[in-house]
Nanobody, 125 residues
Framework: QVQLVESGGGLVQAGGSLRLSCTASGRTFSTYTMAWFRQVPGKEREFVAA??????????YYADSVKGRFTISRDSAKNTVYLQMNSLKPEDTAVYYC????????????????WGQGTQVTVSS
């Protein structure tokens, strides 16, 4: 079993920055993906960014809406993935969820096995 704990959400003005953290505990695997999704009330959960790795390669993936503004990174020693969010916009307001799967990247939320509790990000105009 894998547990994911997120932190770092909050309230920020448009144009500001926040950094989200997601720390994984429990079993780890040689091929793995950790991703961030976000959701607003009444809408489906939306893919934001992912960090996928195996024994020989790692890759990052981004939704078009956040490319150039968000950066996902991983600290393997801490089992933690970060989402650095810059130039935030009011439309980035959502609950952000960390997720993980024991397989290569996919943007489909239903394909992820493990989820954190979510952290609220609010961007004021």
């Amino acid at each position: 079993q894998v547990q994911l704990v997120e932190s770092g959400g909050g309230l920020v003005q448009a144009g500001g920055s926040l950094r989200l953290s997601c720390t994984a505990s429990g079993r780890t695997f040689s091929t793995y993906t950790m991703a961030w999704f976000r959701q607003v009330p009444g809408k489906e959960r939306e893919f934001v960014a992912a960090f996928s790795w195996s024994v020989i390669i790692s890759s990052t993936y981004y939704a078009d809406s956040v490319k150039g503004r968000f950066t996902i990174s991983r600290d393997s020693a801490k089992n933690t993935v970060y989402l650095q969010m810059n130039s935030l916009k009011p439309e980035d307001t959502a609950v952000y969820y960390c997720s993980a799967r024991r397989a290569p990247y996919t943007p489909r939320s239903l394909a992820y096995d493990y989820w954190g509790q979510g952290t609220q990000v609010t961007v004021s105009s």
